[in-house]
């Protein structure tokens, strides 16, 4: 098993949409995660931190499920910029704070 | 710019060729991470530093590959006899280390082996 697992996609949603991705973790002694995204031929940019049952940020949220070893990020009134790969990321502390990302799930928002 | 920066970004070689990317991380940060890249995939660690020190390397870091960085600051990654599966999308990535575990990137040096 992987240790960090996503739907690769793609997510072909309208603008206005709300949109959800998941993603499993294997390491059930991992505290803390992160989603960035990453856009065409650039670097992955952190989006957001996930440190405990979720985070909030505009349109923007995170949810973890520590039980089922689960996270999600929900999209609300997509737009056109929100394009882009999001990489499901879990940090392992205990080994340099070096990150494992999931495969990444590719979002097209269309007008 | 005080961000992440790689040179070069833009890389092709041929096959059996030795090649070397350099990392400038942001200053003060003691930690830096290689990560490699291919097309549809997320980053997969390579190696980290902190400061001077090369404190893990992943099974993916054959014997071909070296990195160093030699007075703490700026990093080097060396691929000797270079094959076609090392195409890929080499990224850079800083971190203060101490308060904070978040990784800020480079652009990437895309290596493309003929």
């Known amino acids: 098993r992987k240790e960090v697992e996503q739907d690769p996609g793609p997510f072909n949603v309208p603008e206005g949409a709300t949109v959800a991705f998941n993603c499993t973790y294997s390491?059930?002694?991992?505290?803390?995660f992160f989603w960035y995204r990453q856009d065409c031929r650039k670097e992955p940019k952190l989006l957001m931190s996930?440190?405990?049952s979720g985070n909030e940020d505009g349109r923007f949220t995170a949810q973890l499920n520590r039980a089922s070893q689960y996270i999600s990020l929900l999209i609300r009134d997509s737009k056109l910029s929100d394009s882009a790969t999001y990489l499901c990321v879990v940090p392992f502390y205990n080994q340099g704070g070096k990150l494992i990302f999931g495969q990444g799930t590719e979002l097209s928002v269309k007008p | 710019d005080t961000g992440v920066s790689q040179n070069p970004r833009h890389k092709i070689t041929k096959r059996g060729q030795n090649v070397t990317f350099r990392c400038d991380p942001i200053s003060e940060h003691n930690r830096l991470y290689w990560y490699r890249q291919t097309l549809g995939q997320g980053p997969e660690f390579l190696t980290y530093f902190q400061n001077e020190a090369q404190l893990e390397k992943s099974r993916l870091l054959s014997d071909r590959f070296s990195a160093e960085r030699p007075k703490g600051s700026f990093s080097t990654l060396e691929i000797q006899r270079t094959e076609q599966g090392d195409s890929a999308m080499y990224l850079c990535?800083?971190?203060?280390?101490?308060?904070?575990?978040?990784?800020?990137f480079g652009p990437g040096t895309r290596l493309t082996v003929t």
């Open positions: 996930v440190y405990s």
């Open positions: 990535a800083s971190s203060p280390g101490t308060s904070s575990y978040e990784q800020y």
């Open positions: 390491n059930s002694a991992s505290q803390s």
